[in-house]
């Protein structure tokens, strides 16, 4: 048999992976406690998203174990074992703020949460291709120190850097630069599965995300950033800029195009290998160029303040340059532009909010 196990399997990626993998093995084991609820509150609660993935995928088995504890993950690699061909890992805590309130559950939930599943991993499947979602986070604040030009909308890299024709590469420094404690936690995780990978010779895959999006994410204030803007410009609620003149650049990768950069690495994989994966210069987009697209595709007036209080660590320009990746695994690119990517997010959440009654039908 031939399963591929997922963490954080109710999440955005998670349950990308779940649905994209579901036809191409023979059983997809999903670990997800839920943690996110704890994290964000009622807005982060991902039992919707799991109930989703049980209704519509019969190979799919959800199992609620803490990647914190050894002792939960245990009997599930004892179960499964060599079967287990794929590890697609991406249960985390995934914001900055958040961070800052508990750093013992931050690290213990990323960096020792990771090493749990890659001891795991060594010790019941070895041969399995264990792939880690990272963030561009690792990189600390050093693309602050860019030199970066102000435009209407955006802020936007001096045309002379080598940076500006297509993004951050790989060896941007991880070292003497601020992180936030996510940051570093994230750090700690991403070097501990590069390490696995060139030292005992493992299949590991590390992949430092931009700002991953797609329809199937419970966006929260703290954490999601399209998802919650586009959820405000539905409801009315009000929204609040952090900072930057509201001028700050993330480029966005869909859901799907990460995965299907997962099953690519996975057919011809490759040990501790580490790839920047966002929208590039794809798909990206400033905060006020986000908010324009919300009010176009929802047809409202979006409601939002602004603070001049900026999210310590938070990129002022960040996108992601993905030829390394492109060089290796030639036959990816991209399918889902910004547009079409926030259209499938606003109708996928107007359908939730119809369905709780927080919105009209």
Known sequence: MNIALVTGSAGLIGSES??????????????DNNMRQY????DGSTEWNRNRLEDSYSNYTHRSADIREVSELDPIFR??????????????????????REPFTDFSVNANGTLNLLEMTRQHC????????????????????????????????DENHPYFKDGIDEYM?????????FGASKVAADILVQEYGRYFGMKTGVFRGGCLTGPNHSGAQLH????????????????????????????NIHSWDLVNMFWHFYQAPRAGEVYNAGGGRYANCSMLEAIALCEEISGN??????????????????????????????GWNWTYDLKETMSQIHDSMVAR????GAVAK
């Open 79 to 100: 179960e499964f074992g060599t079967d287990i061909k794929l590890i697609v890992h991406t249960a985390a805590q995934p914001s900055h703020d958040w961070a800052a």
């Open 18 to 31: 779940v649905a994209f993998f579901s036809d191409k093995f023979d059983l997809v084991v999903g670990i």
């Open 173 to 181: 420094s991880l070292d003497h630069t601020k992180h936030s404690l």
């Open 39 to 42: 994290f964000f509150g009622t």
């Open 353 to 356: 909010l119809q369905s709780t």
């Open 126 to 157: 070895p041969e399995a291709v264990f792939i880690f979602t990272s963030t561009n986070k690792v990189y600390g604040d050093n693309p602050n120190y860019l030199p970066l030009v102000e435009t209407e909308t955006r802020w936007e890299i």
């Open 301 to 330: 007036k979006m409601n939002y303040t602004y603070s001049e209080t900026n999210r310590i660590g938070d990129h002022i320009w960040y996108v992601s340059n993905l030829n390394k990746f492109k060089e290796h695994y030639p």
């Open 224 to 251: 999601g950033f399209l998802s919650y803007l586009m959820k405000c410009a539905i409801t009315g609620n009000q929204y609040t800029i952090f900072g930057y003149k509201g001028k700050q650049v993330r480029d």
